[in-house]
């Protein structure tokens, strides 16, 4: 099993920046895994963010592009979303994921994709 939490939500004014962290325990993939951000805003669908896989094959969502940065800490584990410019409607539950069974060229950007998930940090943009 892989066990992932999430880390570094909370409260920041429009135009802020935020980074968010994931850290993964358990189980250890070497190769063919991605690790990704997915969103959940009330009475909203879960709406892909952003991922990497192990050979650094990176992904965006449409709302993240040019604001949101994904990158990982091999040695600690962990990976992390760096979000900047960040708006109103970005407020939202931000989970991690885990692809196990990840592709080289094409980073999985649905969520059924991923089979680990963390419980999740809320993200709140707000003056």
């Known amino acids: 099993q892989v066990q992932l939490v999430e880390s570094g939500g909370g409260l920041v004014q429009p135009g802020g920046p935020l980074r968010l962290s994931c850290a993964a325990s358990?189980?250890?993939?070497?190769?063919?895994?991605?690790m990704g951000w997915f969103r959940q805003a009330p009475g909203k669908e879960r709406e892909f963010v952003a991922a990497?896989?192990?050979?650094?094959?990176?992904r965006y969502g449409d709302s993240a592009k040019g604001r949101f940065t994904i990158s990982r800490d091999n040695a600690k584990n962990t990976v992390f979303l760096q979000m900047n410019s960040l708006e109103p409607e970005d407020t939202a539950v931000y989970y991690c994921?885990?692809?196990?069974?990840?592709?080289?060229?094409?980073?999985?950007?649905?969520?059924?994709?991923?089979?680990?998930w963390g419980q999740g940090t809320q993200v709140t943009v707000s003056s």
């Open positions: 994921a885990l692809n196990p069974r990840a592709g080289l060229w094409v980073v999985a950007g649905t969520s059924g994709e991923y089979e680990y």
């Open positions: 358990g189980r250890t993939f070497s190769s063919g895994y991605a």
């Open positions: 990497i896989n192990w050979r650094d094959s990176i």
